[in-house]
């Protein structure tokens, strides 16, 4: 009962985001908060489910920029009136170090993952544009961040890519902290050579393959927390 | 007044002759060969027909309702009907306005002889020389010096010291008559007998994609032949920054290779304009080059990587003279090679062709110039301050990443225009042939068709519902949805000729960059789009983009028709102004000075304006008032 009036609320959210529609995006926050359902929950099932799908149509070329404009607006519209009310223990999933590599300076394609990250719940460290090769690993152990994502527009500045990748290997760095790269240069072949961990074709599957490296790196940990649960659990 | 006839002028043409009363313009123009555009053969849909009436309004049919679909009121009153649907039952004067005439030969290449006055750097004078007798003991060098000065004026020579090593045996085996080659200050040959009028050079327009290359008398300016070629460095890169990339990844040994790559495709341009206009490669004194700035590097050897990376440092901002056989350029062992100023790292000498071209340093209106290309470079300003960006537009207007794009050639469609009420389609293609593909201004028009027509909405995406209205709407195997504009039946390869869903994508992204430069750049100058005088459209493809289909796509700032003024590619024009004349050279030289670069990327303005103008035309209609009116009309509520 409590859970299908939480539902309709989810919904509407999620509507609202993929339809951008800031009204009915405000409306659904101000519902949250007057049903008392938990704020974090509406953001994750509600708003960042509207982004997914988004990001799914994005990805099928059915959305491009405009739409995702007017659904980003919508989603800060009920991020605005919703963040206040998170309890911060709730807020992080997770720490990722984004920033364009050095020599390049394009950056609207990095400020959509930073978006994406943002709602899906990751706290983002954001290095900017033409981000030194060792600022990328200084700032990930000064953060304690398990992942960098770097991206560039521009083939010439792939080899940025490239050195952040060795400096990870002479810091023996390599596999305890993750990297992903994407932007319209970088592809799956230069991925492999250059031996990251992940490549993001698009905003969306950056997002997901963030994911997905996060969790590979917490799994061993998960797991156990797991086991241990389900053991009390069943006891 | 019964069985009256009526005397129609078309102007500009000037044509004229007698109809029964009633006779529709479009009828009479056809009688006097005087072609006004149309693309659905006069049936009022496609309203590609506008003409203006200049005299003569007394006797018109009043505008039916397809003409109130595609003229707007202040059109109206101007004076513009679709001629296809207007009836006459006075004598008339017809305008129509250039962009109703249709293109003559779409694949013609542009004016080739240039509107400037030889003064080149390059000259030869025929000499009669007195030889030295025991009473009057002259060098060879003073016999020669002497004579240039008193017969021809000219002071300060110096005679090279490879002229000098055979100069007196040609003196002497020419009987003392000869004909001094003058590069700037120095002799740098001696030729037996009067061969002053045989003195040519060589401007090359080295495009990334596409060279072309201009044989040229230098004592007239005028070209004696022509060549073309595809850039050969194409095997080694699609663009100039993965070429670039190439080079930092394979050294000094790549550098060469893509240097020698394009030497040797212009030494074939010569070779072949020298076989037409039988003309020695001696005889070519003087070359000249225009083209972005990689490709100076890369033709130049230039190590290019840095100006790759940010902050875009270009090496040589000056032009540059090379001894053309140090390039390995086939031409007079003595010829000089000139490269054009560059303004940045991604404004080049073909910029500085443009703004050459619109003689934007001595322009007192403020003037916009709009170069579109992989990269487009927008200027604005006057002759007090000139400023000007590069936005990475990418190749989707040139019809790569296009699903059936392609480059202007036989058969590309050129023309498109959507019924909005049978949704049906009506195209023109190039030279008429069957269609292939779609060429760049096909793609500016396209869009804006579908829009007009309802069948993408502003955010550029398809709707769904027009499926159900049309078999022209499907829906393709990646689940996208696109638009048939001709049949597989209709079309000279064995598929329809769709433009998809991704398509509108790719043309979106490479708009938004071109209007989000244009809007920053106004904004930094402290001006507004009404503060435009006159916008100028250069790029290969900038002469056949309609001028009213790009401002319904918002490609660049609302503007009056009247105002945008198309100038083609302007790379070839600067590059032979450039060949023929010393004052052209220092003309580009103190555009090279004086115009500033701005770098779009650290703007904070740039990212919302690029997502705002990814809108078709843009999410800001407040300064879209004719398209919004437009969409009006056709029952599009913006
Ligand atoms: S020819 Fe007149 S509207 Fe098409």
């Keep these: 009962m409590d859970d299908d009036k939480n539902t309709k609320v989810f919904e509407k959210l999620t509507q609202a985001v993929i339809t951008g529609d800031c009204a009915m995006a405000e409306e659904g926050a101000n519902d949250v908060l007057n049903k008392g359902i938990p704020p974090y929950d509406a953001v994750i099932n509600g708003l960042a489910e509207g982004m997914k799908v988004v990001g799914e149509k994005y990805e099928k070329k059915e959305y491009f920029l405009p739409e995702m404009l007017l659904s980003a607006d919508a989603m800060y519209a009920g991020l605005n009136i919703l963040t206040p009310h998170i309890k911060s223990e709730d807020k992080q999933k997770g720490k990722v170090i984004l920033g364009v590599v050095e020599g390049d300076i394009h950056d609207i394609g990095k400020n959509i993952v930073k978006t994406m990250l943002t709602v899906a719940g990751y706290e983002v460290i954001d290095l900017g544009k033409d981000v030194p090769v060792a600022e990328f690993i200084e700032k990930a152990k000064s953060e304690g961040a398990k992942v960098i994502a770097m991206s560039t527009l521009m083939t010439p500045t792939l080899m940025s890519m490239k050195a952040v990748e060795e400096k990870l290997k002479d810091e023996r760095l390599k596999g305890k902290v993750k990297t992903i790269i994407g932007g319209s240069a970088v592809s799956e072949t230069w991925r492999a050579n250059i031996g990251s961990d992940a490549f993001g074709a698009d905003a969306m599957e950056a997002v997901d393959k963030i994911k997905a490296l996060v969790s590979s790196i917490t799994a061993a940990a998960e797991a156990l927390k797991q086991e241990e649960k389900k053991t009390t659990d069943e006891k | ?638």
């Design chain 2, 1 to 638: 007044m019964k069985n009256s006839e009526i005397e129609i002028v078309f102007q500009p043409y000037g044509s004229r002759s007698k109809y029964p009363s009633g006779t529709i313009i479009m009828v009479a123009a056809k009688t006097l060969g005087v072609d006004i555009s149309s693309l659905c053969a006069g049936n009022g849909t496609c309203g590609k027909c506008k003409i203006r009436i200049q005299r003569g309004t007394e006797g018109i049919s009043s505008p039916t309702e397809k003409e109130l679909k595609h003229l707007s009121q202040k059109e109206l009153k101007a004076g513009f009907r679709l001629a296809c649907q207007t009836k006459l039952r006075s004598s008339a004067t017809i305008f129509v306005p250039e962009r109703s005439r249709v293109g003559k030969q779409r694949l013609q290449t542009e004016g080739l002889n240039v509107p400037v006055k030889p003064s080149p750097l390059v000259t030869k004078h025929y000499l009669e020389i007195t030889p030295p007798t025991l009473h009057n003991v002259r060098s060879d060098e003073d016999g020669l010096l002497d004579t240039l000065r008193i017969k021809h004026g000219l002071d300060n020579l110096r005679v090279d010291y490879e002229t000098a090593k055979t100069l007196p045996i040609k003196l002497r085996k020419a009987e003392w008559n000869v004909t001094a080659v003058v590069s700037e200050k120095r002799i740098i040959d001696i030729e037996h007998g009067d061969t002053s009028e045989r003195c040519f050079g060589f401007a090359v327009d080295i495009g990334s994609t596409k060279l072309a290359g201009f044989l040229m008398n230098l004592n007239t300016g005028h070209v004696v032949a022509v060549a073309a070629r595809m850039n050969p460095q194409i095997s080694l890169g699609e663009d100039v920054l993965s070429r670039i990339s190439h080079v930092m990844m394979h050294g000094l040994n790549a550098l060469r290779e893509l240097h020698e790559a394009v030497v040797s495709s212009i030494n074939e341009m010569i070779a072949e304009c020298c076989e037409k206009a039988n003309v020695g490669t001696g005889e070519i004194y003087e070359l000249n080059f225009v083209g972005n700035t990689a490709m100076q590097m890369l033709f130049l050897e230039i190590w290019p990587q840095y100006t790759a990376l940010s902050p875009y440092p270009p090496v040589l901002r000056r032009g540059i003279d090379v001894e053309a056989a140090q390039l390995g350029l086939t031409s007079h062992p003595r010829a000089n090679a000139h490269y054009v100023p560059v303004i940045g790292g991604f404004v080049g000498s073909d910029s500085v062709a443009d703004l050459m071209a619109i003689d934007m340093l001595n322009s007192e209106e403020i003037v916009m110039d709009i170069d579109i290309g992989t990269n487009t470079e927008i200027a604005v300003g006057n002759k007090d301050s000139i400023l000007i960006v590069s936005c990475a537009s990418g190749p989707a207007f040139e019809g790569m990443e296009i699903k059936h794009g392609m480059r202007a050639a036989t058969g590309a469609i050129e023309r498109i225009s959507v019924d909005p009420d049978s949704l049906e389609t009506h195209y023109r293609t190039i030279e008429d042939a069957p269609p292939v593909g779609i060429c760049g201004s096909g793609l500016v028009e396209a869009p804006a068709e579908l829009l007009k027509a309802g069948i993408i909405n502003m955010t550029g995406r398809f709707n769904k519902e027009m499926a159900k209205k049309t078999d022209r709407v499907r829906t393709t195997p990646e689940g996208w949805l696109e638009y048939v504009i001709a049949s597989k039946e209709e079309s000279a390869t064995d598929s329809d000729i769709t433009i998809t869903q991704a398509d509108i994508r790719e043309l979106q992204k490479a708009k938004a960059a071109i209007r989000a430069g244009a809007e920053v750049l106004l904004r930094r100058m402290k001006l507004t789009k009404d503060d435009i005088t006159t916008l100028y459209v250069a790029g290969a493809f900038g002469n056949y983009i309609d001028a009213e289909s790009a401002r319904t796509i918002g490609l660049y700032p609302e503007l009056p028709l009247d105002h945008i003024k198309f100038v083609g590619n302007t790379a070839g024009t600067g590059s032979r102004m450039c060949l023929i004349s010393k004052q052209m050279r220092e003309y580009a030289e103190r555009i090279s000075e004086n115009v500033r670069y701005y770098e779009l990327a650290v703007d904070p303005d740039f990212q919302s304006e690029y997502i705002k103008a990814s809108f078709l035309p843009h999410q800001d209609m407040s300064r879209q008032p004719f398209v919004t009116e437009l969409l009006k009309r056709h029952g599009r509520v913006p």
